[in-house]
């Protein structure tokens, strides 16, 4: 069975709002979740690596103000894009990290479209 | 630091035929390396892992990949084609395990009956 959900699976919204997108860790409790973007036919790049309890590590370029991560529980972890722009769409993924960080579970991704 | 270089952007092989999708990296520290499997709008399925031991990994769907530490390559394949695996595959590489993995570009896999 899946060990990542996402929701929603798929999100249309207009240019200026604000979309927050869930990631659920359905096996395990897990302190350490990552955040991916994924542009079309492009490879997955690490926006941010979300903690349980304490603040989220930024990638270098990645606007902390602009996607925001909260990591309020070991099986929950959201990401609101804030002011939403078209250049914003793309397909997030989040993943999860046993203890043992030896291995990564994705989730199915969300799909962003800012009209 | 770590980067990961997938040589071909897309592969196209005949069912039955052997597939090869080719990763080399470069890591400071001893690397942990997988390959992911993503079909259209989904997200990532592990197929393989290496972390310490046996060069020789062997993964789901027939796949495997072997650990060429001289060669600094992480090729993965599959002695035949199957339609199904048709799909976009990833290379990655990160120094402890899951933690801050870096992703190759990905190379598509065309499958021909």
């Known amino acids: 069975g899946a060990v990542v959900s996402q929701h929603p699976s798929r999100v249309i919204c207009k240019s200026g709002t604000s979309v927050k997108i869930e990631c659920r860790s359905l096996?395990?409790?897990?302190?350490?979740m990552f955040w991916y973007r994924q542009f079309p036919k492009q490879s997955l790049m690490l926006m941010a690596t979300?903690?349980?309890?304490?603040?989220?590590?930024?990638e270098q370029g990645v606007e902390k103000d602009k996607f925001l991560i909260n990591h309020a529980s070991l099986t929950l972890s959201t990401l609101t894009v804030t002011s939403a722009h078209p250049e914003d769409s793309s397909f997030y993924i989040c993943?999860?990290?046993?203890?043992?960080?030896?291995?990564?579970?994705f989730g199915p991704g969300t799909r962003l479209l800012v009209l | 630091a770590q980067s990961v270089t997938q040589l071909g952007s897309h592969v196209s092989v005949s069912e039955g035929a052997l597939v090869l999708l080719r990763c080399n990296y470069s890591?400071?520290?001893?690397?942990?390396l997988f390959w992911y499997v993503q079909y259209p709008n989904q997200g990532l399925q592990l197929l393989l892992k290496?972390?310490?031991?046996?060069?020789l990994v062997k993964g789901i769907n027939g796949f495997e990949a072997e650990f060429k530490k001289s060669e600094t390559s992480f090729h993965l394949t599959k002695p035949s084609a199957h339609m199904s695996d048709a799909a976009e595959y990833f290379c990655a590489v990160s120094d402890t395990g899951g933690f801050k993995t870096i992703f190759g570009a990905g190379t598509r896999l065309f499958v021909k009956a």
């Open positions: 890591s400071s520290v001893p690397p942990y």
């Open positions: 979300s903690n349980e309890g304490s603040k989220a590590t930024y």
């Open positions: 096996d395990f409790q897990a302190t350490t």
């Open positions: 993943s999860v990290s046993r203890e043992d960080q030896e291995t990564q579970y």
């Open positions: 290496y972390t310490t031991g046996a060069t």
